[in-house]
């Protein structure tokens, strides 16, 4: 890494507050959302589970669509069977990281920060 380049990190304290959860972090764990390690890898889990969601419609679609349109034989229906859960695994991973993308664009603030001694609210 150069030392003459302004860097992103040079224009916030050595400590900063993430985003996210509104914890005091060094700022070599932010990133440059300022959101912090568990914080991003919280964001990644929850795009998972958005992934396996689209996933798992996405492999509906591809059922609907075998089935109506390309009519397959019970003869090779294992080979179906293959096709939909590698759709089903690929559209899960394109769809993490579109949810993981949406989720950094929105960027919503403080969302997973504890309010003090208030009732945590049930998901
Ligand atoms: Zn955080």
Request: overall charge positive.
């Amino acid at each position: 890494m150069k030392e003459d380049r302004p860097n992103w990190r040079d224009r916030y304290p050595d400590e900063v507050t993430c985003v996210r959860c509104l914890e005091v972090h060094d700022q070599m764990y932010l990133d440059r959302l300022l959101w912090c390690d568990r914080c991003r890898a919280l964001a990644r889990n929850r795009a998972g589970w958005w992934g396996w969601l689209g996933g798992w419609i996405f492999g509906a679609g591809l059922v609907a669509y075998i089935w109506i349109f390309i009519r397959p034989t019970s003869l090779v229906i294992g080979g179906w069977f293959g096709t939909v859960a590698m759709g089903i695994w690929l559209g899960s991973k394109a769809c993490r990281e579109i949810a993981y993308g949406v989720i950094r664009f929105v960027n919503a603030r403080a969302i997973e920060a504890v309010p003090p001694k208030a009732d945590a609210p049930s998901e």
